[in-house]
């Protein structure tokens, strides 16, 4: 990963996602964390740009104001558009538009869109389902409000130069608007995962062992991802600089997209959300603590060790993907060595949860440990239990959850928002009670998980097919033993290797244990954001060079 020195900073960045002000996943992390850096650095001249669905209710993430860009916006109504502007609530503050993109839901202005974006750039929208129309039309929407923003500073500004920063293919129709009504721009698109990759993984296909022999056309014809493909693939090579977060998907990139990135910026984060001070940090710690363990206590009815160990790991719910499959297996394998401490595995996915279960909300109200429940391992119901992979494996393995049991495993499938009506804290306050993590990841562009696990001090277990394990690799060899090599076919091996890691955890004294933590710790220092942000430096400079070649042609 080179850092050429910045020789051309842009005036102005755009930038627009599904997740600006809407956390859904990883991406949200990405772009809310960086946010302070560049507001930093582009003093609210970095305006990010967003989905506005919240009409009914009050987004929680958005700050509106009447007069940030009041006169930008009166023009902008005036043409059209229906925004908001304000502040995206997250460190640094920068300025969010948020755009209603249901005005362009209608069926003649998609056909329209998608008969220019098949005549321009070859994409086929004819096979699209699911959120495509909804996506395409936040792209038109969000493509507008660019090229708007850029005519208004433009008038004040005839000298500014401008970005305009893509992420997903959901974006991508804002990347063709901005190409055609406003080339001056220089603009970048970023997948996070490709869409085709990220679905040959979930269909269990080989991705690795045999991506050198993958179509990606053929094979979104295949999986029946036609569309998405199209227009990712399009957006890719249309746009100035084209980046994705780790050198494990630029691979997937040049094979599937037949396009290998332009600069590769890996995902860095700010430690704001990590305690301070070692007394505030024992303090959220013991709360944590206490939280999982009345918890568990509470829903199986057994009265937990004081030398128990808490391991968990949390993520989107891809069983497969994610290693959620290893992670269960893992802790039924060391269930049968009966291993000399108690181990408590905690599952954090989201699911589709109907709502906490109310015999637990009574039993933690009540006093002593209680009965055990019904279903003792799982905190919420689920709308459709019988179609949960996670939930089928845990009944499928036998985790009976009893006293005796040296192994016991908790399914928490809520949202941690801190009103999930359990627990009611939210992930980052659970996370640092837990006293290592695994994420065994098959298919994973980045890692933000295991990264926000050292970030608060916490041994993790991941694998090189994650970005973030690479890094690791390359960053610090002492942590070579917790970055697991896994491929399409060891599956048993990485599973013992697993177990074995979790017992030689168990055994590490208190001495040892500290080390480990320290040592965790020093390695999420390297990527902090203000290490990180010189890679969007030379992003920025790699797609404004080339716009201004554009123009001056």
């Known amino acids: 990963m080179s850092t050429k020195k910045n020789k051309k900073s842009p005036d102005y960045i755009f930038e627009t996602s599904w997740e600006v002000c809407n956390r859904v996943g990883g991406i949200y992390t990405v772009l809310s964390s960086k946010a302070e850096t560049l507001q930093n650095e582009h003093k609210d001249k970095i305006i990010f740009i967003g989905p506005d669905f919240w009409h009914e209710n009050k987004c929680p ?233 009345n918890v568990t206590e509470k829903l199986t009815g057994a009265k937990l060790s004081e030398d128990v160990v808490f391991v968990g790991t949390c993520g989107r719910c891809e069983y497969k993907n994610k290693g959620i499959d290893l992670f269960i297996d893992s802790l039924h394998k060391l269930a049968e060595q009966r291993p000399e401490r108690e181990v408590v595995g905690f599952i954090m996915v989201p699911s589709f949860v109907k709502g906490p279960r109310e015999h637990l909300q009574k039993a933690l109200k009540a006093k002593g440990k209680g009965e055990a429940l019904p279903m003792n391992f799982i905190t919420h119901h689920l709308h459709e239990p019988g179609n949960d992979a996670i939930l089928n494996a845990i009944r499928w393995y036998g985790f009976p959850n009893r006293q005796e049991d040296k192994v016991k495993i908790i399914y928490i499938p809520s949202y941690l928002n801190g009103t999930d009506g359990i627990f009611n804290k939210t992930y980052y306050d659970l996370l640092i009670g837990l006293d290592l993590t695994i994420f065994p990841s098959y298919y994973e562009p980045w890692g933000y998980t295991p990264l926000e696990s050292i970030a608060f001090s916490i041994p993790t277990i991941t694998t090189n097919l994650s970005g973030f394990g690479q890094w690791a690799l390359e960053n610090n060899e002492s942590h070579s033993k917790w970055v697991l090599n896994r491929t399409d076919d060891n599956y048993i091996e990485v599973r013992d290797n697993i177990t074995a890691l979790i017992n030689d955890f168990i055994n590490l004294d208190k001495d040892e244990v500290s080390k480990l933590k320290k040592a965790s710790k020093a390695l999420s220092q390297k990527a902090l954001w203000k290490n990180f942000i010189a890679f969007y430096r030379e992003t920025y400079n790699f797609a404004s060079i080339k716009a201004s070649k554009r123009i001056n042609h």
């Open 61 to 293: 993430f958005f700050s509106e104001s009447a007069s940030l860009l009041k006169d930008w916006k009166e023009g902008a109504q005036k043409s059209g558009l229906s925004v908001r502007v304000g502040r995206w609530k997250v460190p640094g503050k920068p300025i969010a538009v948020l755009v209603d993109f249901k005005p362009f839901l209608n069926r003649e202005t998609l056909n329209n869109a998608y008969a220019s974006a098949w005549e321009k750039f070859g994409v086929d929208s004819l096979h699209a389902y699911g959120d495509y129309d909804e996506s395409a039309a936040f792209g038109i929407a969000s493509g507008l409000v660019m090229t708007s923003l850029y005519k208004h500073f433009k008038a004040k500004e005839a000298d500014a130069t401008f970005i305009a920063h893509f992420n997903e293919w959901m974006t991508a129709f804002g990347l063709f608007i901005v190409n055609g009504e406003a080339p001056e721009i220089g603009t970048v698109f970023t997948t996070h995962a490709t869409s085709i990759g990220r679905s040959i993984a979930g269909n269990s296909k080989p991705l690795y062992g045999q991506l050198s022999n993958y179509n990606g056309d053929q094979m979104a014809q295949e999986l029946n991802m036609e569309a998405k493909h199209s227009v990712e693939k399009a957006a890719a090579h249309l746009c100035d600089c084209f980046t994705t977060v780790s050198e494990v998907t630029g691979r997937e990139c040049a094979q599937l997209l037949d396009k290998a990135p332009d600069v590769v910026t890996p995902n860095g984060f700010e430690k704001d959300f990590v305690p301070e001070t070692a007394a505030e940090y024992a303090k959220k710690r013991n709360a944590a603590r206490k939280a999982l363990q």
